[in-house]
Each structure stands twice: as structure tokens, then as C-alpha cells.
């Protein structure tokens, strides 16, 4: 696996997938286990503050929120940086919700991938929550996020199985990128 050049010499790592398939608990546990910066999700506190339905309008600023958030931790980060979604996440649920993307963000999107993706797989179970919508159409929204991290251009690496085993394929595919 070789990693994508670019001038902050930083390795990135971004956990993605449908909803409720682990990736914040995940991330976290690697940030930990790599000694490495760790990039929250931004949309998720964005729609507990906003209280109330995400609309197309909002993309632009949940893509420049994260973007942020995105490139304050970097500079934070020495060799690796672990990523709870990037807008990539963004453009998949701008496209089910709407139909559409604003162009500039699936072209940031684009610009901005990472090393690698660990694509978190729906074989776990759903847990509902103040924000999550689409536990009837996991299968549905999951395969949105295949084709898009299989048309991203980056490396990615499918993490399922049981959360021990997830554990140890998204262990094994960072081993092997930093190798």
C-alpha cells in the first residue's frame, strides 16, 4: 500500500461506513493504540445543536466544519492521523437525502482523501439514537459508501466481523500501510 503525497507528510487513516457500524469507538481505540491525533465526526454535534432535520443548505457548512476540524488536528498530528468520517461521508449522504452534492465538496472530497479507508460493514448490531435514521435501510445506505470509497482512488480495506476482529483488520491494515 503506498501512501498519497502531500506536503504535511501525514499519513491518514478515515473510518467510514453507514451508521452504527462502530467507526467512533474504533477510531478512538486506534488514536489510542497509534498514539495518534484523532479527528472527530463534525456533523453529528452540528445536528444535535441545529435540533431539528438536516437540509441541503447545511451541507456547506457541515463539509467547511469538518474541513476544519480536519486540518486544526493535523496540525496537531506527527505521523498519523485517525479521522471519524471525512466528506466523503458528506457527499454519500448529501446524494441519498437530496439527490444532489454541491460540486465543490465532492471536489474537496476528492482532493482531500486519504491513505486509507476502513470501510465499517453493517454485520453489527443497530443502535438508535437522537441523530441516526436509517436502521431499516442499512443495506441500502452501506452500499452507497461501498461504491463511494471503491471510486474514491484511495486504498481501502473492508473491517467486519466481530468488534475483537474488527479490532484486528483495522490494526493489521494500518500495520501494513505504515510498514
Do not use: N
Not at 489510542?32 to 453529528?44: D, Q, S, T
Request: proline share 3%; hydrophobic share 45%.
Amino acid at each position: 500500500m503506498e501512501t498519497i503525497a502531500r506536503g504535511d507528510g501525514l499519513i491518514r487513516v478515515v473510518l467510514i461506513g453507514s451508521e452504527s457500524t462502530g467507526k467512533t469507538v474504533l477510531a478512538r481505540e486506534l488514536a489510542e493504540h497509534y498514539r495518534a491525533e484523532l479527528v472527530p465526526e463534525f456533523v453529528r454535534d452540528f445536528a444535535v445543536q441545529k435540533a431539528s432535520p438536516i437540509e441541503l443548505a447545511d451541507t456547506d457548512a457541515i463539509a467547511h466544519g469538518q474541513m476544519a476540524l480536519e486540518d486544526e488536528h493535523a496540525k496537531l498530528a506527527t505521523r498519523l492521523l485517525i479521522q471519524d468520517t471525512d466528506l466523503l461521508s458528506t457527499v454519500v449522504y448529501s446524494g441519498h437525502y437530496y439527490g444532489e452534492c454541491p460540486a465543490w465538496i465532492a471536489a474537496a472530497a476528492q482532493e482531500r482523501r486519504p491513505d486509507l479507508y476502513l470501510l465499517l460493514e453493517i454485520d453489527v448490531p443497530w443502535v438508535p439514537d437522537e441523530v441516526r435514521d436509517r436502521g431499516t435501510r442499512r443495506e441500502e445506505m452501506q452500499q452507497l459508501f461501498r461504491d463511494a470509497v471503491a471510486g474514491s482512488g484511495s486504498a481501502y480495506a473492508v473491517i467486519e466481523g466481530t468488534w475483537e476482529q474488527r479490532s484486528q483488520r483495522a490494526l493489521a491494515a494500518i500495520d501494513r500501510l505504515l510498514a
